[in-house]
């Protein structure tokens, strides 16, 4: 690549319409496509904002006059320098992650994500459900308030669940619930190995009875539980009442409130999700990076096809708070070049962007929405307009 030209190029990232996404008057996925000229509609739901190379909807570049030009795919493989040869062959011309804006109106899936070896298994096994052979870790930031269900909950408030709810209780058994209850009352401090092991299984074997359920019984108890917290203050009967409205007719999903971890994040906060751990996003907007996969084994909340073997069967079964599900921002500033290929996207206020050769500050500029692809080693540096600038970028370095 010349130096008087450093590789930056703006790109226009495609929506994804799920039913889940907020409508596109205030669904922030529209608003920052419209930056870029999509057209949205205000009765349609736009879910998702996809920006990198993943075949499901790739990124384009974008010309000085606001034209789709070359798929970033194609550039890449134009100049593998862009991405370096090392990631490039390695990822065999595609970015090894998928940037996203999420914009979220009612709860997604219970689901995971399955790690490198279970997903090259399901893509061979089940290829029309399972789209890619890989593996999905995922960060999520929050950009507006933002809720969330993510891990499985210490063992002693399940267990207090299991005792405060009867239809809990009586969902996954008498005898399966008298039994966890038992092990928690005698291991679920202890940090040994058996312990653990033992904690696990029982957490499993109690999951698994939860997810198993027959439909009659699922709809019996659920009705008999959304009856019982209706008119409760709190954050739990709240969000039996939300979930139960959301999917009605008996959805398995709104038990498993009383199993995970229910987070609220503020504008900043976030959160990791490696493979195999249970999650669902609830509600509000997210900056997400994951690994370049579609994978999903669901299992819960959702009309679309339910996993419940894989999904039981893949989970590490790690417990813990809310609170450790957290991550710890690092607010470094970096002007230097990242050693790798990244995408950034602009999601508040205004300034500009220069590259190291460039003599003008204004031949990038940064407006909400805009997002652009930055080239490896390109050195670059960001200046904010008098009402500040939010940005978020993706990056990957090897070696």
Not at 55 to 71: F, L, V
């Amino acid at each position: 690549m010349s130096s008087a030209e450093p590789a930056i190029y703006r790109l226009k990232a495609q929506t994804q319409s799920y039913d889940w996404g907020k409508l596109g008057d205030v669904s922030k996925v529209a608003e920052f496509a419209r930056a870029s000229g999509t057209t949205t509609d205000s009765s349609t739901p736009y879910a998702e904002l996809w920006m990198g190379t993943h075949p499901n909807a790739p990124s384009y570049t974008m010309t000085k006059d606001n034209q789709e030009s070359k798929a970033l795919k194609d550039l890449i493989s134009a100049d593998q320098n862009l991405s370096t040869p090392e990631v490039y062959q390695q990822y065999e011309g595609d970015l090894p992650f998928l940037f996203k804006i999420l914009s979220i109106r009612k709860a997604l899936s219970i689901q995971a994500h399955p790690d490198k070896t279970l997903g090259a298994k399901l893509f061979k096994e089940f290829p029309n459900v399972y789209k890619d052979p890989n593996h999905k870790p995922e960060m999520a930031i929050a950009i507006t308030p933002f809720e969330a269900l993510c891990g499985f909950r210490p063992l002693e408030e399940i267990a207090g669940h299991l005792e405060q709810f009867p239809e809990f209780a009586n969902i996954v058994g008498q005898d399966v619930a008298s039994k966890f209850i038992a092990t928690v009352k005698q291991s679920s401090h202890s940090t040994d190995e058996s312990s653990v092991t033992q904690n696990k299984a029982a957490l499993k074997t109690l999951f698994s009875a939860l997810m198993n359920k027959e439909q009659p019984e699922i709809t019996k108890q659920l009705n008999a539980l959304v009856d019982r917290v209706k008119g409760q203050d709190g954050i739990l009967p709240e969000l039996i009442t939300r979930l139960d409205q959301q999917y009605p007719g008996g959805d398995i999903g709104v038990f498993s409130v009383l199993m995970l971890n229910y987070i609220k994040l503020a504008p900043g906060e976030a959160i990791f999700l490696g493979a195999n751990e249970p999650h669902a996003y609830l509600s509000g907007d997210c900056v997400e990076c994951m690994a370049a996969s579609d994978n999903v084994v669901r299992a819960g909340l959702t009309p679309k096809f339910k996993d419940v073997t894989v999904l039981v069967d893949m989970l590490t079964y790690r417990y813990g708070s809310a609170k450790s599900q957290l991550m710890t921002a690092d607010e470094t500033e970096v002007h230097q070049g990242v050693k790798g290929p990244s995408i950034f996207i602009v999601t508040g206020g205004e300034g500009s962007l220069t590259g190291e050769s460039l003599k003008t500050e204004s031949d990038f500029p940064l407006r909400a929405g805009y997002v652009y692809f930055i080239g490896a080693n390109v050195p670059v540096k960001f200046k904010a307009d008098r009402d500040g600038l939010e940005i978020y970028r993706a990056f990957t370095v090897i070696g």
